[in-house]
Nanobody
Framework: QVQLVESGGGLVQAAGSLSLSCAVS????????MGWFRQAPGKERDLVAS????????YLVDSVKGRFTISRDTAKRLFYLQMNSLKPEDTAVYYC???????????????WGQGTQVTVSS
């Protein structure tokens, strides 16, 4: 089992920045990809960014390219989502997740954090 705990959400003004962290614990053998999802009110939860735990390759959806960065620190068992130039439409609950899949764009994840609220005011 893999346990994931997010931190770093909050309230920020448009054009501001926030950084999210996800602490990974438990047995991670076979867990290849770490990702960040978000769910806005009335919408489905969807992938924002992902990173391969070993190689560090990244994937970002088009709506956040150039604004968000995903990274990881395998020694500390943390991964991050740096969010810059935030927009009100980025407001959502953000979840970190872990997948045993091998494709960075996969939406099939096996383990989830509890979520952290990010609110961007206009």
């Amino acid at each position: 089992q893999v346990q994931l705990v997010e931190s770093g959400g909050g309230l920020v003004q448009a054009a501001g920045s926030l950084s999210l962290s996800c602490a990974v614990s438990g047995r991670t053998v076979g867990t290849n990809i770490m990702g960040w999802f978000r769910q806005a009110p009335g919408k489905e939860r969807d992938l924002v960014a992902s990173i391969s735990w070993i190689g560090g390759n990244t994937y970002l959806v088009d709506s956040v390219k150039g604004r968000f960065t995903i990274s990881r620190d395998t020694a500390k068992r943390l991964f991050y989502l740096q969010m810059n130039s935030l927009k009100p439409e980025d407001t959502a609950v953000y979840y970190c997740a872990a997948s045993t899949g091998v494709v960075l764009s996969t939406r099939a994840y096996d383990y989830w954090g509890q979520g952290t609220q990010v609110t961007v005011s206009s």
